[in-house]
């Protein structure tokens, strides 16, 4: 698991779920802090590009020491990625993540979803992954992360991945798999029905809704209803974060969500 980080403690949201990543099998968690060089452009008069390195530099050796401790405390591997690169967040991490499984990044919560942690940055990732992002919110009470996983479904080879993930955690956790397909027509209810007995089979306790209406509100309500701990969705991965399967549906959820969206990104192969 790869965890960027820009020192601020929304940031380290992720570290309260340490022991849910356990559970789940995560056994290195990457820390990637990236000295921001994009954000100077905006900045008038003469920067002295080296000494603003040196000086974030010494800011991360004393923070980050402490946040290995805190991995390594609950049995997991940690790496503090250096040399600490400078340049362009979206860019190191998209490279780091080359390495990992997935990313999960901390968020502060906020009402506009370009207000996510690292600004455009989370955004950026969003778009240019190939690997699945974890979106924590920074003001979310969540007592354990996979106690109840909704995932939105629409049968795209995306949801079909974003389900395979959560079947995974499930198995691991033992807890509950919650599917919602938002369809104004019945045409999949079969189709579904079908899948949530497949799904049964393998020991897993699964739950269908078909639900209608405008697909962000429906998940939402749903998890709310069902008191969800975390939501599972795809990602095209292409174009803007708009272009997200379920059009602007996962913008929204990813906005709204008083709880984790992991976004299941497209892969190398497509």
């Known amino acids: 698991m790869l965890l960027p980080t820009d020192l601020s403690e929304n940031s380290f ?10 559970k789940v099998g995560v056994e290195e968690i990457g820390v990637l802090f990236v000295i921001n060089l994009t954000k100077l452009s905006t900045v008038s008069g003469g920067i002295d590009i080296d000494h603003y390195i040196d000086e974030m530099s010494e800011k991360a050796e004393e923070v980050l020491p402490e946040v290995a401790q805190k991995i390594e405390a ?17 860019v190191e991490i ?13 968020s502060r919560g906020a009402s506009k979803f370009k207000k996510i942690l690292l600004g455009s940055v989370s955004e950026g990732v969003l778009h240019d992954s190939k690997v699945p992002v974890y979106i924590f919110k920074h003001d979310m009470v969540v007592n354990s992360l996979f106690d109840r996983v909704l995932v939105a479904y629409d049968f795209s080879k995306w949801a079909d991945r974003a389900l395979e993930y959560a079947k995974f955690v499930v198995k691991k956790t033992g807890g509950e798999l919650h599917i919602i397909h938002v369809s104004e027509d019945g045409d999949k209810t079969a189709d579904l029905r079908v899948m949530e007995e497949v799904i049964g089979a ?15 509100k429906a998940i939402l309500a749903k998890r709310e209803e069902i008191n969800a701990t975390t939501i ?3 990602s095209r991965g292409a174009g803007s974060v708009m272009t997200m399967i379920l059009g602007s549906t996962s913008e929204s959820v990813i906005r709204r969500s008083p709880v984790p969206v992991f976004v299941c990104k497209r892969g190398d192969d497509e």
Request: glycine share 12%.
């Open 232 to 234: 599972f969705m795809g």
């Open 13 to 22: 949201k992720v570290l309260e779920y340490l022991g849910d990543f356990k």
């Open 202 to 216: 393998e020991g897993i306790e699964v739950h269908v809704h078909i639900e209608s209406g405008t697909p962000h």
């Open 74 to 90: 609950a049995g997991i591997k940690a790496e503090v990625i250096k040399p600490f690169p400078a340049g362009d967040p979206v």
């Open 94 to 106: 998209i490279k780091a993540s080359e390495n990992y499984s997935f990313i999960a990044m901390g």
